[in-house]
């Protein structure tokens, strides 16, 4: 490699594996457990039709996209003991509890669960399954010494990069699909008419019959340019904390007038602790701990 | 390599480098081309879509509905709570989801996939009415266009009764009748 290419391959070298703080990766992981079990908790009358021979499943004859029929559904008894393995992994990763083990076996019951029944895995879904495959990769912290001379806990920061490249680039690459091949930037009225149908809440039918058509096209572009927008956002140190007010409010948004929307929005937002300062994640870890009774899982490896 | 600068073994290389091969990679290209990646891992495949998200202005919604035709009687719609209550996202059920999927297919597996839903919803209707022969499933579909019909509504999003909209908002997707002699009565009633 000649000199002038070896010198940003090194630093970005030097980036991706350079040694963090691990907080900022078991804050993420709390968060995406926390907003996955409260996504599970949301369908307590259908895990039978979900989970088990009870509900509708193809046949392998007739596969849809992602289809692989190395799982069955499960027999209508063995919903309640796989629930519990499941959120009960999640509820453990919460409490800091065997942290690793239980990382390992929600991995594995998302993926049953992804393989299984591919007609109810939305986005949300395939970043949980990644997220928690790259939390089961995550090596261990090692005590240093830091630049400041204090011993610290540190980790590889390579898992930390792939959730950051990855979040990045899900938001980049949805708004490049709305400019093209989507009509985002041609036609003023796509939000407008998104909020009529399927999705809407009352709060979106309240804006519906409310809002000028101009506010829904205000909204519009507020949102394919925050889209486009976020690899700068989220990039750029300065940018980090409007980027993660921005994308709180649209998620907000997003929430209020989609229903059921609002467990995508709350995984995202916790996404976006990724990139908050793993200093500020101290103070407010700190904060929880002395003011909230029982709160000490998010400190366990800190210094 | 500068240690104080970089903590990675060989495993975190390599961890780190396939992590970025089978997804960092995949969604980018995926996300900034809309192109299948050749020969690449089915399951990989279905799992690096996740960017295409309500890229389309909706000019119709589809609301799906399903209808039974016992022996002797005549098209009845069916009550959705008896057979499918998961509501993923959005004011629709599961099978809604199933059928609107097959309903985007082209028509041959469309049809054979509807088909075999069809036949669960058969089993599913006699467990429940074990009086009742049925003799055959049919799915509608109801448009509902977007614009002055639908953008004021007084709250959340229904689906429209079929006994409410004008025949030009409805159409057939597929009839499935279950044994060769019910074909015929089937097609007097179609």
Request: hydrophobic fraction near 50%; charged fraction near 15%; aromatic fraction near 16%.
């Amino acid at each position: 490699m000649t000199p002038s290419l070896a010198k940003p391959a090194t630093r970005f070298l030097d980036f991706v594996f350079e040694p963090v703080d691990p907080i900022r990766l078991d804050m993420l992981r709390w968060g995406l457990a926390f907003s996955y079990l409260l996504y599970l908790c949301l369908w307590p009358e259908s895990y039978r039709e979900w989970l088990s021979v009870e509900g509708f499943h193809y046949t392998r004859d007739v596969a849809v996209a992602g289809h692989s029929f190395y799982f069955s559904p499960l027999p209508v008894a063995a919903v309640p003991w796989f629930l519990t393995v499941f959120m009960g992994s999640l509820f453990s990763i919460i409490c800091g509890w065997q942290t690793r083990l239980m990382t390992w076996i929600c991995f594995a019951c998302t993926f049953y669960l992804y393989e299984m029944e591919p007609v109810t895995m939305f986005t949300l879904n395939k970043l949980y399954l990644v997220a928690f495959a790259i939390f089961c990769l995550v090596p261990g912290t090692q005590r240093v010494m830091t630049a400041g001379g204090v011993m610290a806990w540190r980790q590889s920061a390579w898992p930390l990069r792939i959730l950051q490249t990855t979040f990045i680039i899900h938001y980049f690459c949805a708004g490049v699909c709305k400019v093209w091949p989507g009509d985002w930037l041609t036609n003023p009225d796509v939000l407008w008419s998104q909020s009529q149908g399927l999705y809407a809440t009352d709060a979106a039918a309240f804006m519906l019959r409310h809002l000028p058509r101009w506010a829904w096209t205000v909204l519009q572009y507020f949102a394919l340019v925050f889209e486009l927008a976020v690899p700068f956002l989220f990039l750029w140190r300065r940018l980090v904390p409007l980027g993660i007010v921005l994308n709180l409010l649209l998620q907000l948004g997003i929430a209020l007038m989609m229903y059921k929307l609002i467990y995508f929005g709350m995984q995202i937002v916790f996404f976006s602790l990724a990139f908050v300062d793993a200093s500020t994640l101290r103070h407010i870890t700190g904060w929880l701990r002395r003011t909230v009774p029982g709160v000490r899982s998010w400190t366990l490896r800190t210094s | 390599m500068d240690a104080a600068k970089r903590m990675a073994s060989w495993k975190d290389y390599t961890l780190c480098s396939l992590v970025a091969l089978l997804w960092i990679v995949p969604i980018i290209f995926h996300g900034l081309t809309d192109v299948k990646i050749p020969y690449f891992p089915r399951t990989l495949s279905h799992l690096i879509r996740i960017s295409k998200l309500f890229h389309q202005s909706q000019a119709v919604w589809s609301s799906f509905v399903y209808q039974v035709l016992p022996d002797g009687g005549v098209w009845t719609t069916l009550d959705l709570d008896d057979y499918s209550v998961l509501e993923p996202f959005g004011h629709r059920r599961r099978l809604d989801r199933i059928v609107e999927l097959t309903a985007s297919d082209n028509p041959q597996p469309g049809f054979v996939r509807r088909e075999v839903l069809a036949e669960w919803i058969r089993d599913r209707y006699q467990a429940l009415n074990p009086q009742d022969k049925l003799l055959a499933v049919r799915f509608l579909y109801i448009r509902s266009i977007s614009g002055s019909e639908i953008a004021t509504p007084a709250g959340y999003w229904r689906n429209p009764d079929l006994r409410s909209v004008t025949p030009d908002r409805v159409g057939l997707l597929s009839t499935h009748p279950f044994a060769p002699s019910s074909r015929v009565e089937v097609s007097k009633l179609l």
